[in-house]
């Protein structure tokens, strides 16, 4: 999905996939241009992502992984209803190497 301002500006998109024989839908990538932010395109990009994923009548859940770092990004998934269920910590090998 994308939002345009006109014909060459975009003003976000976001890229989900639905897996209905899991039940389960993901918001995978998601970006606001910055000259757009704080217009509720992102608000409306995940409001639409929400509807398309839960028009499947099998998927009744929907993720979104985002740093812990991105509070904005937190704050966003968090007004529109989605909870923190899980950590995820990751490593770099290279910083393991050193």
């Keep these: 999905m994308v939002i345009k301002g006109n014909e060459s500006d975009i003003k976000g998109y976001v ?5 209905p024989e899991h039940k389960e839908g993901n918001i995978e990538y998601i970006a606001v241009s910055p000259e757009f932010r704080g217009q509720g395109v992102g608000k409306t990009l995940i409001i639409d992502a929400l509807k398309k994923l ?31 269920k899980y950590v995820l910590d990751s490593y770099d090998i290279s910083e393991i190497n050193k």
């Design 54 to 84: 839960f028009s499947y009548p099998s998927i009744d859940e929907i993720t979104i992984c985002v740093s812990c770092k991105n509070t904005a990004a937190i704050s966003l998934y968090k007004s529109v209803g989605f909870q923190e």
């Design 15 to 19: 890229y989900i996939e639905a897996t």
